[in-house]
Every structure is written in C-alpha cells, then in structure tokens.
C-alpha cells in the first residue's frame, strides 16, 4: 500500500513562515486586546474584586445577585424598550430617503448623501448637549414649540417613557443616514431590466416595490437589523451625557452597559460587571437569532 | 543574504524598544505628578520645578472623568506615578492605605498643625493613623442669596441679620415658605442639593469609623426628613443640576442655596445677570464641607524622599496661597486663611467679603468619617431623593426602598 505522506500543519506554516510573520501583528493585537479580556472577564465573573486587594472566588453567586438584581433587568427592560422605540422609524425612515435618493430624477444626489451621513459623524457628546437643551424639562426649546402651538409642556426628563423617547431620538438621528446609504446601495446593485419588465407587464408602483425592491434588498435589510440590534443593545453615551451615570430619574434612561460600566469603574465591583457583560453577551446574542429568524421569515 | 536580512530588520525591532541612557551628564530622576485641569496651579507646580532643581518634574495633566479610573487601573497595575492629586474620594482609598506612602513616616506629623484639623484627619486611617495624603484646598459651605429676592419677600438682607434668623433648617424652610407666598419664587433649586449638603453638615454619615452601616441612623433620617419637608411645602423648584440649574439661577427662579466655596465660580460663570444681587452668609444647620482635595505619594515610586519633600511643598501655606490667587483653590493651611489677600471685596456679592464667611465655615466644619463605600451609598440615597422631588414617589415607600438597596449592597460588600 502506498501512503501518501501529508506534511503536518505545522510544516505548512513553517513554509509559509514569512507571510504569517506578515500578518501576526493583527493576530497578537487581536489575542492581546481580544481574547484575553474575554477569558480573563469569564475568569472575574466567579470573583469579587474591588480591583485592588485581593480577588475572592465566590463561585456562581455574582450571577446569583445578577438574577435577583432589579435594576439590572430594569436596564435590560430600558435597553428594549429604547431598542424599539428607535429601530423601527429608523429603519423605516432610512428606507425612504435611500428610495427618494435613488430616484433617478434627482439632481445632486451625492450632496445629499453626504448631508444625511454626516449626522453619523458627529461627535455624541456634542449631539447629546444639544439634545439635552433641546428636550430641556423648564426651558427647553421642544417645550417652547409645544407652547406656541398651546401644548402643555412636557417633563421630557422626568418621564420614565419620555426620556426613552428622547434617546431614541437621537440614536435616530444619528444612523438613520447611515442606514440610508447602505439601503441605497443595496437599491443600486438591484437590476434595472427587472423593473423595466414589471412596467411591460403592467405592475404599478406599489406591487413593483413590494414585489421587487423589498424581496431583493432583504439581504440588506437583514444586515441592517441585526447591526442595529447589536448596536442598540450596547448603547451607552447618549444616555450618560444626557442624563449622567445614575441613568435619570428612577433610572429610567439606564441601560445594560451604561449599568454594567457603573458597576465596574464606578462602584469598582469589577466581578460583578464581568457578570454583567457576560449576561449582556448571551441576551444579545440570543435576540439577534430571533431577529435574523424572523427576518428572513418575513 | 535574507536570513542575514531578517535578523538585522527582528533586532531593529527589537532595539527600538530600547532606551539609551543620554551620552553627557549624570541623569536627573523624574518625578511624575499627575492632576488636572485646575487641580494645581500650573505656575505653582512650574516653582516646584525650580525650587527642586536636581529632579526632573514631569507634570502630566489628565483630563476629567478618567481621572479616577487611570488612577485605579495604575494601582492594579502596580506601575502609577509618583505623586498624584486625589479629589475628595481620596477617602475611599484609605481601605488600601498599603498602595500609599505614610506620610508620617516622612515627618508629615509636624506639620498637621499647619492645617486644619478636620481635612487632615478625613484621609488618616482610624485603625492605624496612617496618613496616605496631604490636604490640597478645601469646601466649606455656606448660604448664598439672592439679596434683592430676599427684600421683596420681606426676609432680612444683611448677611449678619440672615444668619442671625436662618440659624436652622427649619428655619430657612420658613423663610422659603414666606418667599414663595410673598414672590413666588422657589426657596430651592431641588430637594437633593439641601439633602447632601445637611449631611455634609454632620459628622455622622453612611458607616461609622469601624465600617458599621448607620444609613439608617440619626444624622440621616435628619437629613432625609429636612428634605421631604422641603419638597411637601412646596419650596423646590425640581430642577435637574446643570444647564437647567443655571438658567433658574440667572433668571431669578431660585432664590437660594447652600453650597460650597467653589460654587462660587460656577454660579458668577451661569448667572452673570444676577451681579450684585447675591450675598453669602454662614449656612442654616451649621458649617459643613463639600468637596476639597488631596495630594499624595504612591507606595510604588521609586524616589519616595523627593516625591514626598515635593508633595509638602506645593501644599506649604505660600503654595497654597498662589494656587488660591491662581485658580481659586480655598486653602487647608491655617496660615493662608489668615492671609489678607484671600480678602478682596467681590463686585458680584455687593462687595462683601466672602472669604470671611467661608473661612469661617473651614474652621468649624465637625471631623467626618466617609468610608471606602460612600459614593455607593450616597448615589442609592440621592436616586430615592430624585425620585420623590421629580415623580412624586411617596417619602416613606423611598426610605424603605433605598434601605431595602442599602441593605443589598451592604450583603455584596460582606462578601
């Protein structure tokens, strides 16, 4: 029997030595900074550690605490709720301006592109000073629009439902440009001879976009879902410039990493926040399966 | 050829990392400092330079909200700098007294009548009497008013004659009702504000010297009570510190508060309308302190000696003086209250002379204790507080649910 003889792995690399010498310095960055942390967080979530003194293994008790920590699932509630009060016009009004942009019509359309995406490159504390005047509960500039129209003003701040309507907003503000222009590229890559076809055969606008434009831009849109799910499960400036660390009144505008960073870099319970992040790590990930499930259902 | 290549291209990596001694002259040590923006003054710290001439200062200015964290992140390490200015939490580091030079093992015990008596002891451990850090400027608090509100609510106007009748908190509460009834005008900008500032009049706050937890004692429900009361009469214009504080202040919608001496600044930069009008008089309840920093050497340097001979001298009673001519830094040194530069007349006070209030108030506030947990402890109170002013949450149901956190906390912190 004649055996062919396969070189050993590591005889491959070793042949191949100067390109991975080439691309480790990503791979020892990415072990350092990456991998490590993430080990290192499983590690701390069985200790209690003020960070200095000494680190005490305490077992499961960290995430025992975690489940019976009201204003832990009052951050996962806020983060939810604010996830929803924000994606769903976003991404809808994203949709829009990516279809009115892709009209073939208009005239300018890069400069409108790069006015819609420059809201994304804002600097965020600067976004939410200016969000904080805007929505200001005695002298602010929303409640005085809402005065001369003869609206009572609103304590947009003291409101549990308010001041998540205030984050969402900004978070709108910010990507739905973003998610614009990837709508629109994703509306650019679909063929015109299909829609040209659909007109010969006589669909209208309506049946052309949902039949058409929508089924070939899912891909897209799944993308965009999950990218903002990811997103605005981690949100955390918009809320600690606005309303500071303690989240507002009641705590109304705490979320899951605004509480996880309070725990750790404030209160130095730096165990008790790597059982935060891990718990963060699997609500994330399981919401983002039920919303890729769902998706590409629809 | 290419392996010879690779080796010269490995060690030039390599080396770069290297440092070479410089080629003439002996090296000077480098002290490293790290504060922030205004935490010294710039020019004092640039006289420390020349006052030690055989070390190097290196002066690095770290900027705001990070500042407790590197600072704690370089203790993990091991590796932080030499010296480094604390603000108030400096307290909380006393339970890690370890990580810090004792400064009476460098002579600091003669000079502890230099200063005064409370602000030294607030950073000495009970237990040992380890000092970790030397006093750098201090808050005491102290009643500013709006004079002018105060006349057209038929209220006394004279600081004297305002400190002879608002000598309690329910005193001032008093007043606040005649105010509101009289002019309409909010006695006060929140119910949080007078809650921390009656306990910083106490002694007694969150835990007791041998870690005990007394959340629920006296000095607390003190406090609690005064500032529910505020809140049912009505005297609270609800306000969120910050932006909206300062537009209340500077259109004449709170009439008063208690605050600390470096509020000062702050209320003349967001109030610059109401010039004149205010007055500042010793507080209702008693002096108290808010704020005030520290200085201190870490255990980790590498030239203790001049670390700690360079700490003492920037807070020397002369160096405090110019870091309170320089950035407004009140002194701890005794000498320097007495100082007849700290009392310039103020145009935005009417010309009073407020360092005479404040000064005062430094020599009276009552020694505390803090403890490692106090801003833990102090955040569950002041969100029930928030709570009760803005949502209307009932009194009672709020003492029991920040107990009821107090106490969960407390379980976490036995552990």
Redo the contacts between chains.
């Keep these: 029997m004649l055996r062919q003889h396969k070189p050993s792995l590591w005889a491959e690399i070793w042949k191949k030595r100067t390109l991975y010498l080439f691309i480790s310095p990503f791979f020892l960055l990415f072990a350092v900074f990456g991998v490590f942390p993430i080990f290192y967080s499983l590690y701390l979530s069985f200790h209690?550690w003020s960070?200095?003194?000494d680190k005490?293994f305490?077992g499961l008790?960290q995430f025992q605490?975690l489940l019976g920590d009201a204003e832990f699932w009052q951050a996962v509630g806020n983060t939810f709720a604010i996830w929803f009060l924000s994606s769903i016009p976003m991404l809808f009004f994203a949709l829009v301006i990516a279809f009115l942009l892709n009209l073939p019509s208009l005239k300018g359309r890069s400069t409108y592109q790069t006015m819609f995406f420059i809201t994304n490159v804002t600097s965020i504390v600067a976004v939410a000073i200016i969000f904080?005047?805007i929505f200001?509960?005695?002298?602010g500039l929303m409640n005085y629009l809402l005065s001369l129209i003869g609206i009572t003003p609103l304590?947009w701040?003291?409101s549990?439902f308010l001041v998540k309507v205030v984050i969402a907003s900004m978070v709108v503000w910010r990507f739905v440009g973003y998610n614009a222009i990837i709508y629109l590229a994703g509306l650019q890559n679909i063929p015109k001879t299909l829609y040209e076809a659909a007109i010969i055969d006589g669909a209208n606008k309506t049946q052309i976009f949902f039949r058409i434009t929508i089924p070939l831009l899912r891909p897209i849109i799944l993308f965009t879902v999950i990218m903002t799910t990811i997103g605005s499960m981690q949100i955390f400036t918009e809320p600690q410039i606005l309303l500071g660390n303690?989240g507002g009144?009641?705590?109304a505008g705490m979320t899951m990493t605004l509480y996880m960073y309070n725990e750790g870099?404030?209160?130095?319970?730096f165990g008790?926040a790597s059982a935060v992040s891990w718990a963060m790590f699997i609500i994330i990930a399981l919401f983002s399966l039920i919303n890729w499930k769902l998706v590409q259902k629809a | 050829m290419r392996r010879l290549f690779l080796f010269f291209s490995v060690s030039l990596l390599v080396c770069s990392s290297c440092q070479f001694a410089p080629m003439s002259g002996e090296s000077k040590p480098v002290i490293t400092l790290w504060y922030w923006n205004r935490s010294l003054s710039d020019d004092v710290i640039a006289k420390a330079q020349e006052a030690f001439p055989h070390v190097t200062i290196d002066a690095q200015k770290i900027g705001g909200d990070e500042y407790k964290?590197k600072l704690?992140?370089a203790?993990?390490a091991g590796r932080g700098p030499d010296i480094v200015a604390m603000n108030d939490w400096a307290y909380e580091y006393i339970?890690?007294a370890e990580?810090f030079v004792n400064l009476l093992d460098y002579g600091a015990d003669q000079l502890e009548q230099s200063y005064l008596d409370w602000k030294w002891q607030a950073v000495q451990d009970p237990e040992t009497g380890a000092l970790i850090a030397l006093p750098i400027d201090t808050g005491p608090t102290a009643l500013y008013y709006r004079a002018d509100l105060f006349e057209e609510a038929g209220l006394p106007t004279e600081p004297d004659e305002v400190h002879a009748q608002l000598q309690t908190w329910e005193d001032y509460i008093e007043a606040g009702i005649q105010m509101k009834e009289t002019t309409g005008v909010h006695m006060f900008e929140s119910i949080t504000k007078p809650y921390l500032q009656v306990i910083e009049q106490q002694s007694d706050k969150y835990f007791a010297e041998d870690g005990t937890y007394i959340g629920d004692g006296e000095a607390i429900q003190y406090a609690w009570n005064t500032a529910v009361r505020i809140h049912e009469e009505g005297l609270s214009a609800?306000?969120?510190e910050?932006?909206?504080v300062n537009?209340?202040l500077n259109g004449g919608d709170v009439a008063s508060r208690v605050g600390a001496v470096w509020e000062s600044q702050i209320l003349q930069d967001a109030a610059p309308d109401t010039a004149g009008k205010w007055r500042v008089t010793r507080a209702p309840g008693g002096d108290g302190n808010n704020g005030g920093s520290f200085i201190g050497v870490l255990d980790s340097s590498a030239h203790k000696d001049e670390a700690v001979a360079i700490t003492k001298w920037l807070v020397s009673p002369d160096a405090q003086l110019d870091h309170f001519l320089d950035v407004n830094l009140f002194p701890s040194a005794i000498e320097t209250l007495e100082s007849e530069l700290l009392r310039e007349p103020d145009p935005f006070y009417g010309d009073q002379v407020v360092a005479d209030v404040f000064v005062e108030s430094a020599k009276n506030v009552p020694p505390t204790f803090y403890g490692e947990h106090y801003?833990?402890f102090r955040?569950i109170f002041?969100?029930e507080m928030?709570?009760i002013d803005?949502?209307n949450?009932n009194p009672e149901k709020a003492w029991e649910d920040a107990q009821k956190k107090a106490q969960r906390e407390l379980s976490?912190i036995d552990?």
Excluded: C, M, P, W
Aim: avoid cysteine; proline fraction near 0%; charge should be neutral.
């Design positions: 209690s960070g200095l003194g005490t305490v008790s605490y904080e005047t200001s509960n005695q002298y304590e701040l003291n549990g303690s009144v009641g705590g870099f404030l209160n130095n319970q008790y | 964290t704690h992140t203790l993990i339970a890690y990580e609800r306000l969120t910050g932006q909206e537009a209340a801003g833990k955040t002041n969100d928030v709570l803005r949502a949450k976490r552990q």
